[in-house]
């Protein structure tokens, strides 16, 4: 009777939103790269919100919940729907810009993995820009150019479609969850 209890606890927890699904969690985003369904970057959007700290207002990352990070030290693994500029652009401030490539194939080999095969516009999308995207363009591409630094700071980024958030395209999320339980991850089975 506790057992069934706690479960329909959880159950209304998740339902809420006031709790992430297994292989999800909530995580600092500032910034969308948003993409057309051909897979071309049209823009990058801030996606920090305004909050008062003390006497002064100050911008933070927002907090979206996408797919549970990856454990990693200084191994390449890439968060999927979402990483830092290395990972989904391929550039970063860090000097290593053959790192920076490795992050980003390792990124496209994630996606990949994960969408090859999903009947989804957002995820023809993202595998189109993973196939597109050329790292050592992206310093001068107009949608970047203005903002080069901020993006490449070490932020994370997300992706966007046409507006849409893909972490809320069911066909998406089913995939990440036949990745995951297909033991794609390093996650820890439960019960």
Known sequence: MILQALTRYYEDL??????AAPGWAPV????????????????????????????????????????????????IASNFLWDNS??????????????????????????????????????????????TWEPERAAEHPALIRQLDDVTAGGNLVFRVDGRKVEEDAAIREAWQRYRESGGTDAVRMQ
Do not use: W
Request: hydrophobic share 40%; charged share 25%.
């Open 28 to 75: 600092k985003i500032s910034f969308a790269l948003c993409l057309n369904e051909n897979g071309e970057l049209t823009q990058i959007v801030p996606t920090m919100d305004e909050v008062s700290k003390g006497k002064k207002t100050v911008f933070q990352p927002q907090l979206i919940t996408l797919p549970a990070a990856v454990k990693r030290t200084v191994s």
């Open 14 to 19: 998740l339902s809420r939103g006031e709790i």
């Open 86 to 131: 290395a990972y989904l652009l391929g550039i970063d401030q860090k000097g290593k810009p053959e790192r920076s490539r490795e992050c980003f194939a390792a990124a496209a080999k994630l996606h990949h993995a994960v969408l090859d095969g999903i009947d989804s516009p957002n995820a023809r999308a993202i595998l189109a820009f993973f196939d």
